[in-house]
């Protein structure tokens, strides 16, 4: 296929070869399935999920007994916060999150608060970042978790997780963080955090596994399996493990360990080059802040066009989208753009722009070319 360039790497990222070719002896020769205890096919199958577990572990800085493995991003979020909510079963309960948290997130506490929990979704200001004082004034004496995504998919915004953390900690409350978007782009850490969720295939490793960090050194309740039957994963999260993807995982996490910092610089450049030059079409807005964000991501806001004929006619030639991979199929202007303030008109005509490792200078200037092209070309009357 001739495929456009591709800049959506915040919705997916393509597994590296290193990850793949780690991958496929799980596929044939070493099959076995790691609960198999009585041989060296279960046992061969093991020793590659332990080794996953502690190269994903050293990704974050935690120990590998804290990473219970899953399917994705999306199953570590509903085990966290309805297994929180059902360790809590009986008692008066709140939970505090924000207006721009991923759909996983909103969704799961919209399915809690139908349960008869009470949450509390912080306002954020025109930039995407949320009032920390605002925070601590709504914690309420039944307040059981904080859940704030480490950074936004959509914008990149950067929330002040060490802030956050403290905060929690003061108050003997879970913090959980969505840590999707910023593990294996920017140095992350559990100093302070109870849960995390993580998912491979943002990092270059296979889709359909991600894991779920879980702090042991605390006295708070740990989620409750949602999952039942076989008691894997210290009886968190039951289920034939997927070695392969597990294994892939694992890979992913290694290289971005030993990649982050010289990649994020590069890709700060490139991004910074393609964010200035499309700022100067007039008329264009950067939708978010360029303090604490992620090296890879800009969001811009390109007014007078329509904004399906803006996204038709870009991803002729370059492969982006107006927000997550999860809502694009709708055509309402993103909720996280609409909480900072956008107009619907606006939020529609919004594009995220996200870079990657197959990312190029050259690439840079040829989508440059053609989406200042299609943007006059859009607002001819």
Not at 103 to 108: F, G, I, N
Not at 147 to 163: D, F, K, R, S
Not at 280 to 287: A, C, G, M, P, R
Request: glycine share 8%.
């Amino acid at each position: 296929m001739n495929y456009p360039i591709y800049l959506d790497y915040n919705a997916t990222t393509p597994c590296a070869p290193e990850v793949i070719e780690a991958m496929l002896p799980y596929f044939g020769t070493h099959f076995g399935n790691a609960a198999s205890k009585s041989h060296p096919y279960g046992w061969l199958a093991e020793n590659a999920v332990e080794t996953a577990r502690e190269q994903v572990a050293n990704l974050i800085g935690a120990r590998p007994k804290e990473i219970i493995f899953t399917s994705g991003a999306t199953e570590s979020i509903n085990l966290g916060i309805k297994g929180t909510f059902e360790s809590y079963q009986g008692e008066k309960q709140h939970y505090i999150t924000a207006l721009t948290e991923h759909k996983a997130v909103l969704d799961t506490f919209a399915e809690i608060e139908k349960r008869g929990a009470e949450v509390t979704y912080l306002p954020v200001d025109s930039s995407g970042n949320i009032s920390l004082e605002e925070l601590e004034n709504s914690i309420l004496p039944h307040t059981k978790m904080i859940c704030l995504m480490w950074a936004n998919n959509e914008t990149g915004v950067i929330h002040p997780v060490e802030e956050i953390a403290d905060l929690a900690e003061s108050r003997n409350i879970i913090f959980f963080t969505d840590a999707v978007q910023a593990a294996g782009k920017i140095p992350v850490f559990t100093k302070g955090i109870h849960l995390m969720a993580i998912s491979a295939h943002k990092l270059y490793g296979p889709k359909g596994v991600g894991a779920l960090y879980v702090r042991h050194n605390h006295d708070l309740p740990k989620p409750l399996a949602q999952i039942h039957g076989g008691g894997h994963e210290k009886g968190m999260r039951s289920g034939t493990l997927n070695v392969p993807g597990i294994v892939g995982f694992g890979k992913a996490a290694e290289l971005r360990l030993a990649e982050i910092k010289a990649e994020a610089q590069r890709l700060e450049i490139l991004r910074n080059k393609l964010e200035n030059r499309l700022l100067e079409i007039s008329n264009t807005f950067l939708n978010g802040s360029q303090q604490s964000r992620l090296p890879h991501v800009t969001n811009i806001a390109f007014g007078g066009v329509e904004g399906e004929e803006l996204l038709k006619m870009v991803n002729q030639k370059v492969a982006v989208s107006s927000g997550s991979a999860c809502t694009s199929i709708s055509p309402k202007p993103s909720h996280v753009l609409a909480a900072m303030g956008l107009s619907s008109d606006l939020g529609r005509a919004s594009i995220r722009f996200s870079l990657g490792k197959n990312t190029t200078e050259s690439e840079i200037e040829m989508v440059l070319n053609w989406v200042k092209k299609g943007v006059l070309e859009l607002r001819k009357p």
